[in-house]
């Protein structure tokens, strides 16, 4: 009997736990704003942390070496709804910005069936997977989409909150140097 108290009272402690901890990292809400985005996640103005990712088609992608080129670096899931309402136009700016923009869409579950989602939507720009969710901890994202806009120095000009529409990608990279 004092063995099951004892569980008990174990059990209870950890969920405890668990509610604290979940609550410490309460997601952004879509509609966030730009300045409420900031408060989580890197800072606008920090130098983007390097990375290197094999791509859905089995390139390597190294943020280094897109030094001196405007990227847009998006953070998405296939299970995601906002994240699945904005690759259309991320694919429709893919095509407008040619070489002027590289977008990297960086996949945090890649045990997911993530060709057959590509496939489907006919995306056709770099999909790196983040195997390891290093790459998703490095920019400390919390929620997603999450978009980061590096300039051409390799700094973060900007970042978004939620499904961007053409417009909002097209400011956001026209505003970088």
């Known amino acids: 009997m004092v063995k099951k108290v004892i569980a008990v009272v174990v059990l209870i402690a950890l969920l405890g736990v668990a509610i604290v901890q979940a609550m410490d990292k309460k997601a952004e809400p879509e509609n966030v704003s730009q300045e409420a985005a900031n408060m989580g996640g890197l800072k606008v103005g920090a130098t983007a942390p390097d990375f290197e990712l094999k791509t859905l088609a089995g390139d390597t992608v190294k943020l280094s070496d897109l030094k001196g080129k405007k990227v847009m670096l998006n953070f998405w899931a296939t299970w995601c709804p906002p994240c699945k309402a904005e690759m259309p136009a991320m694919e429709e700016f893919h095509k407008e910005a040619g070489d002027d923009v590289v977008i990297l869409a960086i996949n945090i579950d890649p045990h997911l069936d993530v060709k057959a989602f590509i496939d489907e939507n006919r995306i056709t720009f770099p999909i790196p997977l983040d195997e390891e969710d290093k790459v998703n901890e490095m920019y400390q994202v919390l929620s997603i989409p999450t978009t980061y806009f590096i300039d051409t120095n390799g ?19 026209k505003d970088l140097k």
Do not use: C
């Not at 000009?157 to 417009?167: E, H, Q, R, S, T």
């Open 155 to 173: 700094n973060i000009g900007n970042k978004y909150v939620g499904a961007m529409n053409l417009d909002a990608m097209k400011q956001y990279t």
